[in-house]
């Protein structure tokens, strides 16, 4: 064989194998992406998407690398007097596989920021289905509106528009949170919670009923149309959604989506309600920000209940989920597809009924991100305490048996 035979050869191996790896990669990725939308939740969904990314800039790197095999190839098949086809198509499959890399990188980062609800915040808890969080749609209807409506004297028809549509939103999560607290009084009977946690959070539910009609009540106000809800079916076949130790999934669950959250709503609502000058609206705010605090109450309730009855499994998840809570995404004042529609308001206007800037929301998110991890930390060190002491007092007894 002739060295340019020899280097042939070379470099179309060379270029097949990093092709068969760019192959095998994106449909790795094809497999994760359907994973994190289809198969896990919570902190399973974290690990495949970090995964995700890694395969997805590896299947990019390795695309590049086939391109440039491929045009070497192809150059060394000219200087060897033979035609050049294979090695170019071989060169634009690699192009294709690191457009794919992108690509797919980018929806995987898109994914994340709708299941992480960072489109808008709203009052409320969140619903999530197979780890997405939801919402149902709106239609036109009136059997969600009860309350009375804001005074909209002097609003220009921008701003009108713009509280409309915040409220609608609101209202749709308020209404997300009615499933929600259901499920989570489902798990807590699943593991023989007291009756006084049950009760509890069916009362939230409730409340949650109550703060959805008053949301629709204020948009239709401001709107001069009433709104209400398309069905949920997919709440039909997700049940409860729990995957493994059922003591951890609920930790978890409240400590996010009740401790931190809901607790950071009632920050915020009660913000809303001092700045608010409108009175219907600010009552409204009012009843949100005590009954969101009472619903952040019963889930740190929750979370002691689990800490005691679920032994050091939920206490070794809680102590790493504290360690994350500074990388879940901030809910923010308003979503991405209403921030235009919401900057042609008056913002004094807006302020005066109740609605605040997101650099406001801001500041109130580090407050309460810190206040949790403050209390979550003694609320574990108690836990271990207490095991301590256990453990103690059952050796104690031991020794002294005879």
């Not at 998110?365 to 060190?381: G, N």
Request: hydrophobic letters at 45%.
């Amino acid at each position: 064989m002739t060295s340019s035979e020899s280097s042939v050869l070379r470099a179309r191996t060379i270029t097949r194998v990093l092709l068969l790896a760019t192959v095998v990669t994106g449909l790795l990725n094809g497999g994760l992406y359907f994973g994190m939308l289809t198969l896990a939740s919570g902190d399973a969904q974290a690990a495949l998407f970090v995964l995700f990314l890694a395969v997805a800039v590896l299947q990019t790197l390795l695309g590049v690398g086939t391109f440039v095999a491929g045009v070497v190839y192809a150059l060394r098949m000219r200087s060897a007097g033979q035609s050049m086809a294979s090695a170019l198509g071989m060169a634009m499959l690699g192009t294709l596989g690191s457009v794919g890399g992108v690509v797919g990188g980018t929806l995987g980062l898109g994914f994340v920021a709708l299941a992480s609800g960072v489109a808008g915040g709203a009052w409320g808890r969140p619903l999530r289905i197979r780890g997405r969080v939801r919402h149902p749609e709106l239609r036109d209807g009136s059997d969600w509106t009860e309350g009375d409506e804001p005074d909209v004297t002097g609003l220009d028809e921008p701003t009108r528009v713009a509280l409309e549509a915040l409220w609608l939103h609101d209202a749709q999560k308020e209404h997300a949170s009615v499933p929600a607290f259901a499920r989570v009084a489902w798990t807590l009977v699943a593991v023989g919670a007291p009756a006084e946690l049950v009760s509890r959070t069916f009362t939230a539910a409730q409340e949650e009923i109550a703060h959805t009609r008053l949301c629709f009540a204020l948009a239709a106000g401001y709107g001069g149309r009433s709104h209400s809800v398309e069905s949920m079916p997919d709440l039909l076949v997700s049940g409860l959604d729990v995957k493994g130790d059922a003591f951890v999934h609920l930790a978890l669950e409240s400590l996010n989506d009740g401790c931190l959250l809901e607790d950071y709503n009632a920050d915020v609502a009660a913000a809303c309600r001092d700045a608010c000058r409108e009175p219907v609206t600010g009552a409204v705010l009012a009843c949100i920000a005590r009954e969101e605090r009472d619903h952040a109450e019963l889930s740190w309730s929750i979370l002691a209940f689990c800490l005691e009855r679920g032994g050091h499994a939920v206490r070794d998840a809680l102590l790493r989920a504290g360690q994350r809570l500074a990388k879940i995404p901030r809910p923010t004042a308003v979503s991405g597809e209403k921030l235009a529609l919401v900057s042609r308001a008056d913002a004094d206007a807006l302020r005066a009924h109740g609605r605040l800037p997101d650099s406001e929301w801001a500041s109130l998110y580090e407050t309460r991100l810190r206040s949790t991890e403050s209390r979550l930390e003694a609320l574990l060190s108690g836990a271990r305490a207490s095991a301590r002491a256990s453990a103690a007092h059952g050796a104690l007894h031991a020794s002294a048996a005879p």
